[in-house]
């Protein structure tokens, strides 16, 4: 079903681009924290939440209040288990969910096309 909507949205195109772009960050992620692992001798791992803090605190706040003027639930059922998952696994899962949605529809098998 989302294929198709994406399909119909023409954007099957910017939904693959986006996706390789995000994978690739997601993947540059893996790597920071394999060095940073590395250079501390122990298992580094940066969650989602400490990618967005370190953004301006004045767009994260804005972003905060956002989403709890729409759904005040979503902080505690959605966000905080959300921030705990690490950055480079969450950028490589939706860079491939992206890919996914983006791709051609496939040929069916055993029709026949000609007379």
Do not use: H, K
């Amino acid at each position: 079903m989302l294929r198709t909507v994406a399909r119909f949205l023409g954007l099957p195109f910017i939904s693959r681009a986006i996706g390789l772009v995000v994978m690739a960050a997601g993947f540059v992620q893996l790597c920071y924290d394999g060095a940073r692992s590395i250079a501390n001798n122990g298992l580094r791992i940066t969650s989602l939440a400490d990618l967005i803090q370190a953004l301006p605190q004045e767009r994260t706040a804005a972003l905060r209040s956002a989403i709890e003027g729409v759904a005040p639930w979503a902080d505690n059922v959605l966000l905080a288990p959300l921030g705990l998952v690490p950055a480079s696994l969450f950028g490589l899962a939706l860079g491939a969910a992206l890919i996914w949605l983006g791709q051609p529809p496939r040929e069916p098998i055993g029709f026949l096309t000609g007379p």
